[in-house]
C-alpha cells in the first residue's frame, strides 16, 4: 500500500505483532508488515524487536508498558535523527522522493498529539465508556483510584484462609496449567524408549520419548469487592478473608494475573467539601506478590458503576486472553442503570463477569443466576466464591 502514510505502518506493525503472541493466524500478517516497514525503514524493525521481546516476556503492568513505549519512541527518534543527518551528509540536497516522504511520516508520528493517532485500544474503551455513560447518566463517571486504610488480617483469620484454598489449589493446578494434553511422541532427543531399540535395522532414529507439553490458560481474574458501610462488622471481615484466600489459590498458577480492588476507598475531603465520593483503592495489583493486608472498615456508599468503568479500563490492555470480574456485594448499587451499563459494555468487550451477592437477591438484577449467587449465611460465603471462580475458569474451556 504505497499510498498509506509509511509511519503509520509501524504501529500496525507494532499491534499485530503483539496480537500475534496469542493469535498465531496474525504471523503471515506481522511478517508482511515487517517487511513494509523496512522498505521505508531499512534496520528499524531490528532495533525494536529486542524491546518487544522483552515486553512478551516480562511486562506485567501498566507502568511497565509505558516504560516499554518510551524505549520504542526513543528508538523512532534516534532513527530519524539518523536519517535526517545521512541526507545532511548529502549535502541537504533533495534525495530519493520515497525516503524524504518516510522522514517526513517519521517525524510527523513523532510529533503528532493523541487527537491526531488512529484510535487505539484505550481510544476505543474510553468512546464506549463515555457514550453508554452519557446515555445512562449525566452523573455517571469513571471511579478515582485514591487510599483505603488496610491491615493484616488476624494469624487466625490468614491461616484459615490458607487452609481452604488447599483443596481449590489442588484441583486448579493441573486444569488451568491446559485445556489440552499432547500425548507423548518419539523424537530423536530426549529419554531412551528401549521398545523402539529394535526398529533400529529399519532405519529408525526416533528411539527417544518426549512427553507432551501443554497449552497455557491466560486469564486476567480481578476481583471487585464491596466496601460498602452495610458491610460492616463480620460480614466485611469474611469478604477480606475470603478475598485473601482466592488470591493465595491462584497465586502462582501460571497465566493467571490476580487484581483485588475494593469500592469505595476512605472519603478524603478538601476544607468541609468532600471532594469525590465515586473511587476505589486497590488492595493487590496485577503481578504483585499476594500479601494479608486485606483487613479493612466498611464505609460510605456503593458506587458499582464507577468502581466497574474503572476496572474495564485496568483490564483492557492487559495482554491475557480471557479477562474475568467477580463482583462481591451485599447491596443494591447506587445507580443499578449505570451498573447494569458497565457491566453489558464489559461482556460486549469479551469479559465474563460473575457476582456473589450476600443475603441481596437484587444480584440478580444485575447478573443471570447462571453468572451470580445469593448468599444467606455468612458461612456461605467463602465457599460460594470458591466454587463461582472455578467454574467461571474452567466451565468454558472444554477440552480439546
Keep these: 500500500m504505497a499510498h498509506q502514510d509509511p509511519a503509520t505502518r509501524i504501529l500496525e506493525w507494532l499491534l499485530i505483532t503483539v496480537r500475534s503472541w496469542d493469535v ?86 513523532l510529533s503528532a498529539k493523541e487527537v491526531n493517532l488512529p484510535s487505539d485500544m484505550g481510544g476505543q474503551i474510553k468512546e464506549a465508556i463515555n457514550g453508554v455513560c452519557s446515555q445512562a447518566s449525566s452523573t455517571t463517571r469513571v471511579a ?48 531412551l524408549d528401549t521398545r523402539k531399540l529394535h526398529t533400529l535395522k529399519t532405519g529408525n532414529a526416533k528411539l527417544f520419548l518426549r512427553k507432551g507439553e501443554r497449552v497455557g490458560v491466560n486469564t486476567a481474574v480481578h476481583i471487585l469487592l464491596d466496601a460498602s458501610s452495610s458491610m460492616q462488622g463480620k460480614v466485611m471481615d469474611l469478604a477480606s478473608q475470603a478475598c485473601f484466600a482466592v488470591a493465595t489459590a491462584l497465586h502462582g498458577l501460571k497465566g493467571i494475573s490476580l487484581g483485588v480492588t475494593v469500592f469505595p476507598a476512605d472519603t478524603f475531603r478538601k476544607g468541609k467539601q468532600h471532594v469525590n465520593s465515586q473511587t476505589v483503592a486497590p488492595i493487590l495489583k496485577h503481578g504483585q506478590k499476594t500479601h494479608a493486608t486485606f483487613g479493612m472498615h466498611a464505609t460510605g456508599g456503593t458506587p458499582m458503576d464507577a468502581a466497574l468503568w474503572w476496572v474495564v479500563q485496568q483490564l483492557y490492555p492487559m495482554p491475557e486472553p480471557r479477562k474475568l470480574i467477580l463482583i462481591i456485594t451485599d447491596g443494591q448499587p447506587d445507580s443499578e442503570v449505570g451498573a447494569i451499563a458497565a457491566i453489558k459494555t464489559a461482556q460486549g468487550l469479551g469479559y465474563e463477569v460473575m457476582g456473589i451477592g450476600i443475603v441481596a437477591p437484587s444480584i440478580a438484577n444485575l447478573l443471570p443466576d447462571k453468572s451470580s449467587r445469593v448468599i444467606n449465611g455468612i458461612n456461605e460465603l467463602a465457599p460460594a466464591m470458591f466454587g463461582m471462580l472455578q467454574n467461571a475458569l474452567i466451565g468454558s474451556h472444554p477440552a480439546n
Design 144 to 191: 478515582v483510584a485514591t487510599g483505603k486504610q488496610t491491615w493484616p488480617l488476624q494469624p487466625h483469620d490468614s491461616d484459615a484462609a490458607r487452609q481452604a484454598t488447599t483443596a481449590l489449589r489442588t484441583r486448579l493446578h493441573a486444569l488451568l496449567q491446559s485445556t489440552r494434553a499432547v500425548r507423548n511422541h518419539s523424537a530423536y532427543t530426549g529419554a
Design 24 to 109: 498465531s493466524a496474525l504471523t503471515s500478517e506481522r511478517d508482511f508488515l515487517r517487511a513494509d516497514v523496512e522498505i521505508s525503514f531499512p534496520g528499524l524493525t531490528r532495533e525494536i524487536e529486542p524491546v518487544l521481546r522483552q515486553v512478551n516476556a516480562q511486562c506485567a503492568s501498566t507502568k511497565e508498558a509505558i516504560g516499554y513505549a518510551r524505549e520504542i519512541t526513543a528508538i523512532l527518534k534516534r532513527y530519524a535523527q539518523f536519517m535526517d543527518q545521512q541526507i545532511a551528509e548529502n549535502g541537504g540536497q533533495q534525495g530519493n522522493a520515497q525516503v524524504d516522504q518516510a522522514l517526513q511520516s517519521l517525524q510527523g508520528l
